[in-house]
C-alpha cells in the first residue's frame, strides 16, 4: 500500500458505503436509507442504514423506480453464480458478517473454468475491457481471451481466499454482477510509472480515485511476455505483490484506521500473498512454514523475503501497533516482516480466535483503534501480550525479543 491510501482514506468509506445503500420511497412519498437483504414473491426485506434492523415489506408499498430496482437485485442475484449460495450482496455481506465463526479455510480452489467477456476493444481510446466474474481488466493493449482467462484465475482466486478468510472483509463479499474490482494493466512500465506506479513496484493499490478503488499493474508482473505481436502467459507465483495489493483491494476501510493500520492491514496483505499459490489454488495449509521462511529469511526457493533473521529484536508492541502510518513505512522491511508473524499469532497461535475477532468487531463498530486494542489485549497487559506472542513464535524456532 502507498502513500495514496494515506491521503484518501476517507474515500474508501464512501465507496463501501455507495455500493450498497439506496434511498427507497413508499407510495406515501416517505424516504429510507437501506439495503436490499433478500426478496422472495412480492416481498422484500430492508435493512435500514440507520438502526441495522430488517424489515420484511410488501414490494407494492415501494414506489415503481424502487420494485424495478429490487427485480434486478433479484436478476443479478441469478446471474452471479460463482458465489455458492446467497450471490446477492445484501445476503453475502449479511454472511460476511457472521463468518468470524466459519472454519479457517485450508485451500482455496478457484473455479479454473471462468468465463472471460470481452466488453471493448479499443474503440474508446484505444482501451481494451475484459471481464472475469468479480474483476473488470482496463488494458491499454489487446489481448486474447485465453491470455486474460489465464491470469484471471489469479485473481478470482486471490478474491475467493479473502471472501473465505473468516475476518469478514466485506468488500470480498460483492458479487462482481453488481460491482467488479477494477484492474488497471499498462503494457509498458513507463505508462504505469506515469500513471502513479512507484518505479520499483510491480504493482500497486490506490484508493478514492475516479471510479473507485484500483489496483494498477505492468502487464510484465502478471508474467505476460511478448512473443511476436502477442502475448504469452508464464506466471509461476514468485510475484508477491500482485497477491498483496489484491488483498488491500479487498480488504474493509475499518481494518484501515489507526491501531490496525499497519501491522494488520499489511500483515494481512502479506498473509495472503505468502501463502503458497499455483495454478488458481493457495495451499493454506501449508502457511506456518512459508510465513516463517518468508519473514525470517530471504530468497528460499526464490521466493524472496524480509530477512528479520531467527533472532528478532523488535519495538515496544503497543507503539508498534499505533504508530502512524508514515513511520510504519519509513521502516517498511522489518515492519511488514514484524506484522506477517504477530497477525499470523492472532490468526493461529493463540487458544482460539476470539480475541482478534472482538478486535476486528471493534473496528467495524465505529470504536477506536486504542479501544480496538483493548479487546485484543483481553485483560493482559502489553508485557504480558508481548511475551505470549514471543512465546508463540519461539516454540516455531523465531525468537522475538519486544523492548
Ligand atoms: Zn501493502
Partial sequence: MKLSLYRSFFYLFLTTTLLSARTFEDVKGRKIEAEVMSSSGDRVTLKLDKTGKSYEIAMATLSVGDQEYIEEWKTNKKSSGNIKEGSASGKAKAEAEMNFDADW???????????????????????????????EFICDVGLSKNVVKKFAVL????????RLLPIATMKAHVPGAEFRNRILLFEHKEDYIKNGGPPSSAGVFMSGRKGGDIVMVPLVSLGLKKVG?????????????????????????????????GWFSEGLAEYVAV?????????????LSAIKDYATGFG????????????????????????????????????????????????????DRSNINAFLKALKSGQSGEEALNLLLNGRSWDEMESDISKA???????????
Fill in 155 to 162: 485473481f478470482e482466486a486471490t478474491r475467493e481466499y479473502c
Fill in 393 to 403: 513464535w519461539r516454540s516455531r524456532g523465531v525468537k522475538i525479543s519486544f523492548k
Fill in 229 to 261: 505481436s502477442s502475448y504469452m502467459y508464464d506466471y509461476k507465483g514468485q510475484n508477491k505483490v500482485l497477491p498483496h495489493e489484491l488483498a488491500h483491494q479487498l480488504t474493509d476501510g475499518e481494518y484501515y484506521k489507526p491501531g490496525a493500520r
Fill in 275 to 287: 501463502t503458497p499459490y499455483r495454478s488458481g489454488k493457495y495451499m493454506v495449509r501449508s502457511n
Fill in 300 to 351: 528460499k526457493k526464490g521466493l524472496g523475503g524480509r530477512a528479520l533473521g531467527e533472532d528478532i529484536q523488535a519495538p515496544d508492541l503497543k507503539g508498534y501497533m499505533l504508530q502512524p502510518y508514515s513511520q510504519f513505512t519509513s521502516n517498511a522491511n522489518f515492519n511488514y516482516g514484524l506484522g506477517l508473524l504477530i497477525t499470523n499469532y492472532f490468526f493461529h497461535m493463540e487458544d
Fill in 105 to 135: 479455510p485450508k485451500l482455496i480452489n478457484s473455479d479454473l473454468g471462468i468465463e472471460i467477456e470481452i466488453v471493448e476493444q479499443g474503440e474508446n481510446e484505444g482501451k481494451f475491457i475484459y471481464h472475469s466474474p468479480n474483476y
